[in-house]
């Protein structure tokens, strides 16, 4: 399985008064991961974007086992957990600087028409996509 590792830096802004990561910042960093493993594979969201196309989250699960403080750095790495040619799921884990998991989750995604929301078949619409995906899942680099 073809994972990407992405460094975070915890920025103030984006603690609570405990000076813990205030849980919904977790769902931007599962995004930043998951930006950088599309890019990893070669493609952009933007290029998408361009062709009337985006990619809303449909779904998100996520799971806390330990805070990450202010001032700490901490990993998001993310990977496809599960594609099958319209629906494409993520695997996402926050790991912190020693190296333990302190968040896990998902999301899934769908890719529909900009102006009317209809979903596309990934597979059909963006075959280079589609093939890509499959690779990662089986651990095959590009």
């Known amino acids: 399985m073809h994972k ?3 460094p975070i830096k915890v920025r103030y802004q984006e603690t609570d008064q405990m000076g813990v990561v ?3 910042n977790y769902l931007i960093w599962f995004e930043i991961g ?3 493993f599309v890019e990893s594979l070669g493609f952009q969201y933007h290029e998408m974007e361009a062709e009337g196309v985006v990619s809303p989250v449909v779904n998100a699960n996520i799971q806390f086992k330990h805070p990450i403080r202010y001032g700490e750095d901490a990993f998001v790495e993310t990977w ?3 594609y099958n040619g319209i629906r ?3 695997g996402y ?3 912190d600087q020693a190296g333990e998991i302190a968040v896990t989750g998902t999301t899934q995604h769908v890719i529909v028409r ?3 929301f209809r979903p596309l078949s990934l597979k059909k619409h963006f075959p280079e ?3 890509a995906y499959k690779q990662a899942l089986e651990g095959q680099e590009q």
């Open 22 to 24: 205030y849980h919904a």
């Open 93 to 95: 884990q926050v790991i």
């Open 4 to 6: 990407v590792r992405t």
């Open 114 to 116: 900009k102006d009317n």
């Open 129 to 131: 996509w589609d093939q």
């Open 88 to 90: 494409t799921t993520y």
């Open 80 to 82: 496809v957990d599960s």
């Open 34 to 36: 998951r930006t950088a």
